[in-house]
């Protein structure tokens, strides 16, 4: 029985290793800013344009069910948000025709952008290596990686992470 509550322990603590966020590379905190997307629509959208307040960049996929669970959260904290001057910008790691629907028919107020391959090397360079959706990250008015969290936000999370900004 020992042994058993001594591998449960490490394969719990390599796991909660593996799956933990890890230091953001300047790197891709510098490419993020300087990215051009497009948003499902085809209109250009320039991160530059959001620097300055706090921004909450979240990395989603229509075909990931956490994912959709958390977006009417995240709606619900940027109305409450936004006039505080906060942005929330969902970057869909998706096909284009499968975001466009999903925005029908479940329409989002913030800004959406595609990801693309691009957007998935921004997952791992932001602090997660194995690319798992969804993916937040929380950067400060002067641009940089304040929080990042590998899966689905909580309320907490979100209370914690709009006091820290």
Known sequence: MGVAAVAGAVGAGAAAWRFAPREADDAAVAQLWAAHLESPEGDAVAM????????????????????????????????????????????????????????????????????????LALVRGLGNPNGGLPFSVLLGPNGSVTQRKIGELSRDDLRAWSASA
């Not at 977006?71 to 790691?93: C, D, H, K, S, T």
């Open 48 to 119: 530059a344009a959001f620097r300055g307040r706090p921004l909450l960049v979240n990395f989603w996929a229509t075909w990931c069910p956490p994912c959709v669970q958390e977006l009417p959260l995240l709606n619900a904290f940027y109305a409450e948000q936004r006039a505080r001057g906060w942005q929330v910008l969902g970057m869909a790691i998706d096909q284009v025709a499968s975001v466009r629907s999903f925005i029908a028919r479940t329409p989002l107020d913030f800004p959406v952008v595609m990801g693309g391959a691009a957007g």
